[in-house]
């Protein structure tokens, strides 16, 4: 796990500006720092040792040194394609899964993308043809973003190194903002800092004589197979065990983050390291550190715990937002931040659990009452017309019940994460930076993609392309990083996934239970009382402190600033705190999003200014 970033252009090459650009990434990779650099690219990478630690610097070339490489990553299938490799006659110098890539793509050009198990984010640099090629894994585990200002292509691995560059223009990227008020992270491919766009998951991008050609590589189609349910459970557990055991590579140490949940139980009761995490909040009832606790002594491991407070999370705030690149309003990025400093003081590598509910159906969201199913059975131009009645009335219990009965699917899911909808949104926003753009505008295209599938398959789809990789993976990979620290998701497996998408709804939400089947499996290596726990996710009390006198005022400070008054109208944000502080109102998320954009903004647009 590292960090790179680099340019292409024609212009005469300063030293000094790919240090510094590369030295905004230090946290990536503290071990060691190379560039390449010739008359038209150069390429720097800051070094996290994981695998062959004595050989395994980068930039890396292949014999001829005709091809250079920079990765971020790691593959866990690099030695059997380095035998497969060897065979064809290719001469490898060191034991780093990196060479294996650049001797892949020797071999098999733009392929050997379909053949890489693992999490990557890579350039190659062609240095007789001058052209650049580079991917990004199909799940979005690591980063990749770009941008092309005044003839310079620039490419990293976080947004912050492009700062440096004098050829880059810092502009907020307008467009962005209200949908981030909608999704609490930034949902557009281009990104808050105009111009600048992150290449998607599954896709690779090629660079030559000045122009940017993208194509996704990773296509896949959910299509259900008839699987007897026992051996489907077996099946599962045996491939789950087989990853955990390809995660585990390294030459440095290797801990584990574990929740109170099904999914990280199950890869600690797998990998059973020395040593697991965990994190909670000295509040009564956001503290879950002693589900971790036992489990770690029923499988007599060390468990070290760390309890956070208030005055932590609101000093932690704006290192998480510098170091997420872009606004983030999620707020279990702040436990994740510090769960990531408690383990960097002991490992290098942490498993953890992300992606598991995407691919077998964990979220709430998924699971659908019989009186919602009854209800839904009605006409569809019947629950329509009552919804837009029941619309017009003053609250009352069950309207909300009404209103999503009258609605397609397509027509209010997003993900995890609702915040407010476009016109509350815009309401709250100043004229310049209202937008025309729906949240449906962003939804649509993947809804379109799965439009014959059921309703499950069709949230898990748009999950897997916004919400995990913009949301969970972008915050766990920019939390850890921001220690040193690597994190590997050995569910997010190129190879569980392709019979994930095979796996039959009923046998992922049934009798009222999600992700049933990883349950089912789960129970082989997990004490039963983790394999049944309800997803909690990571609660964070922050409604309930700023409710309190000396928090209401930290935030009410920053609502009326003039940063605030520069994109909101100040009287309803203000308001929203108000009515949130004197309890007639839950609106914590809302002013968490708000918060969190301005703290953001405070860092990147004034700060790091002067």
Same mark, same amino acid.
């Given at each position: 796990m590292c960090g790179f970033t680099g340019y292409i252009n024609k212009k005469e090459k300063d030293k000094k500006v790919i240090d510094k650009m590369s030295k905004l990434i230090e946290h990536r990779g503290p071990d060691d720092y190379s560039c390449y650099e010739d008359n038209d690219a150069v390429l720097a990478f800051r070094r996290l040792s994981i695998i062959d630690l004595k050989n395994g610097r980068q930039p890396m070339f292949n014999e001829d040194e005709s091809l250079v490489i920079i990765f971020n990553g790691e593959i866990y299938?690099?030695? %059997?394609? =380095?035998?497969?490799?060897?065979?064809?006659?290719? =001469? +490898? =110098?060191?034991?780093?899964? #990196?060479? #294996?890539?650049?001797?892949?793509?020797?071999?098999?050009?733009?392929?050997?993308?379909?053949?890489?198990?693992?999490?990557f984010a890579f350039v190659i640099w062609d240095i007789k043809k001058k052209e650049m090629f580079g991917a990004r894994d199909p799940f979005g585990i690591k980063p990749f973003y770009y941008t092309k200002q005044n003839d310079t292509f620039m490419f990293s691995s976080e947004i912050k190194t492009f700062l440096p560059h004098p050829d880059f223009k810092k502009e907020l990227n307008k467009e962005a903002l209200k949908p981030y008020l909608t999704f609490q992270y930034s949902a557009l491919e281009e990104t808050f800092f105009k111009g600048v766009y992150r290449l998607k998951p599954g896709h690779l991008i090629k660079y030559k004589n000045g122009e940017i050609t993208i194509k996704k590589y990773f296509n896949y189609k959910y299509k259900e197979q008839k699987q007897e349910f026992e051996k489907l459970v077996d099946e599962l557990n045996n491939d789950i065990k087989e990853s955990v055991k390809y995660h585990k590579i390294s030459d440095v140490k290797v801990g584990a983050f574990l929740s109170g949940g099904v999914d990280s139980s199950y890869v600690v009761s797998i990998l059973k390291p020395n040593e697991t995490f965990s994190v909670g909040f000295d509040y009564e009832k956001f503290n879950e550190t002693n589900y971790s606790k036992e489990l770690s002594d029923l499988l007599n491991i060390e468990n070290k715990r760390k309890l956070i407070n208030a005055d932590e999370f609101f000093e932690a705030l704006p290192n998480v937002q510098y170091y997420s690149d872009e606004p983030h309003a999620n707020l279990s990025a702040v436990p994740l931040y510090f769960l990531s400093e408690l383990a960097r003081k002991d490992v290098t590598v942490v498993l953890s659990g992300e992606g598991a509910d995407e691919l077998y159906g964990g979220y709430e969201e998924y699971y659908t009452s019989t009186v919602f199913k009854c209800y839904k059975k009605i006409p569809y131009i019947i629950r329509k017309g009552i919804k837009n009645i029941v619309s017009k009335f003053p609250y009352f219990k069950g309207q909300g019940f009404l209103i999503k009965g009258g609605k397609k699917l397509?027509?209010?899911?997003?993900?995890?994460? +609702?915040?407010?909808?476009?016109?509350? &949104?815009?309401?709250? $926003?100043?004229?310049?930076?209202?937008?025309k753009l729906s949240f449906r505008d962003i939804t649509k295209p993947y809804f379109d993609e799965v439009?014959?599938?059921?309703?499950?398959?069709?949230?898990?789809?748009?999950?897997?392309?916004?919400?995990?990789?913009?949301?969970?993976? $972008?915050?766990?990979?920019?939390? #850890?990083?921001?220690?040193?620290? %690597?994190?590997?998701?050995?569910?997010?497996d190129r190879e569980l996934f392709k019979k994930s998408i095979t796996i039959p709804t009923k046998y992922k939400i049934s009798n009222g239970t999600t992700k049933y089947v990883l349950r089912k499996?789960?129970?082989?290596?997990?004490?039963?009382?983790? &394999?049944?726990?309800?997803?909690?996710?990571?609660?964070?009390?922050?409604?309930?402190?700023?409710?309190?006198?000396?928090?209401?005022?930290?935030?009410?400070?920053?609502?009326?600033?003039?940063?605030?008054?520069?994109?909101?109208?100040?009287?309803?944000?203000?308001?929203? $705190?108000?009515?949130?502080?004197?309890?007639?109102?839950?609106?914590?998320?809302?002013?968490? #999003?708000?918060?969190?954009?301005?703290?953001?903004?405070?860092?990147?647009?004034?700060?790091?200014?002067?």
């Open positions: 299938n690099f030695q %059997e394609l =380095k035998e497969d490799l060897i065979k064809k006659g290719h =001469k +490898f =110098k060191n034991n780093s899964d #990196t060479e #294996t890539i650049l001797h892949g793509y020797e071999e098999y050009k733009e392929k050997i993308v379909d053949k890489l198990r693992g999490m397509e027509e209010y899911y997003i993900g995890q994460a +609702f915040i407010m909808d476009d016109d509350e &949104a815009n309401n709250i $926003l100043n004229n310049q930076y209202k937008s439009k014959d599938q059921d309703d499950v398959t069709k949230m898990q789809y748009i999950d897997m392309n916004l919400w995990l990789p913009n949301d969970i993976l $972008l915050k766990a990979d920019k939390m #850890t990083m921001a220690h040193s620290l %690597e994190l590997r998701v050995p569910f997010l499996a789960s129970e082989k290596e997990v004490p039963l009382e983790w &394999a049944k726990r309800k997803k909690k996710g990571f609660p964070v009390p922050f409604s309930i402190w700023i409710r309190e006198e000396k928090y209401y005022k930290k935030v009410k400070e920053m609502l009326e600033s003039d940063i605030c008054k520069k994109f909101f109208n100040q009287d309803i944000v203000l308001d929203l $705190l108000e009515k949130h502080y004197q309890n007639k109102e839950n609106n914590g998320r809302k002013i968490y #999003t708000i918060y969190s954009f301005l703290i953001w903004y405070k860092k990147y647009f004034i700060e790091l200014n002067n």
